[in-house]
């Protein structure tokens, strides 16, 4: 099957530590993104990569790290700079960078203990 | 800047009865417009999405959303709604031309009632 997947689905992590969470997509997509949603809110953009080792931030970046090493992978680092980071994770993936569409995972749901 | 608004927070409609979720856009070119369906705890699916081919556009599972530019809206429609329509509805709206950014609405939560 192809698609995007993430995990871990729940994930609980003390204040102060770091956390990474994963994104594989097995699309051939170019371009992949991670939101960040709140409860009632839409989902904000953290970070997004149009190509392999190279990323941009997004509108809500501080406290999150990305990288992007293969085509597939586009894993997140939520950091103990991030203030309040309990929130519902989205990966997504689009064709190229210039294609709209885009097509989603099944996201992570990080709390902070 | 483009921008987005869901003018409903909440829709309660019941089985069998037709679902209206409204929302406005606002941009600076011709946009492509999209609506994505979210069930409790899941990611978002693609409902569907307008590009200028057609005013009316056609999605999966009944729904509809028609482009009025002169409205600057697009609202989503379908006929009937079903138990399984359940979920919050997203309005999205293209970012800045060839980024491939989003700009998403807040979302409008669809009850149905038996």
């Known amino acids: 099957d192809g698609g995007i997947t993430q995990s871990p689905k729940y994930l609980f992590r003390k204040e102060g530590q770091n956390v990474t969470l994963s994104c594989e997509q097995n699309l051939n997509h170019d371009a992949m993104y991670w939101y960040r949603q709140d409860p009632g809110q839409g989902l904000r953009l953290i970070y997004y990569s149009q190509i392999v080792n190279d990323f941009q931030k997004g509108d809500i970046a501080e406290g999150y790290s990305v990288s992007r090493e293969k085509k597939e992978s586009f894993p997140l680092t939520v950091t103990s700079a991030q203030k309040n980071p309990t929130a519902f994770y989205l990966c997504?993936?689009?064709?190229?960078?210039?294609?709209?569409?885009?097509?989603f995972g099944p996201g992570t749901r990080l709390t902070v203990l | 800047a483009q921008s987005v608004t869901q003018l409903d927070s909440h829709v309660s409609v019941s089985e069998g009865t037709p679902v209206l979720l409204r929302c406005n856009y606002s941009s600076s070119y011709s946009p492509s417009l999209f609506w994505y369906v979210q069930h409790p705890n899941k990611g978002l699916q693609l409902l569907l999405k307008?590009?200028?081919?057609?005013?009316l556009v056609k999605g999966i599972n009944g729904f509809e959303a028609e482009f009025k530019k002169s409205e600057t809206s697009f609202h989503l429609t379908k006929p009937s709604a079903h138990m399984s329509d359940a979920a919050e509805y997203f309005c999205v709206v293209s970012g800045a031309s060839n980024t491939g950014k989003l700009i998403f609405g807040q979302g409008t939560t669809l009850q149905v009632k038996p």
């Open positions: 997504a993936s689009s064709v190229t960078p210039s294609t709209d569409t885009q097509y």
């Open positions: 307008y590009t200028s081919a057609a005013t």
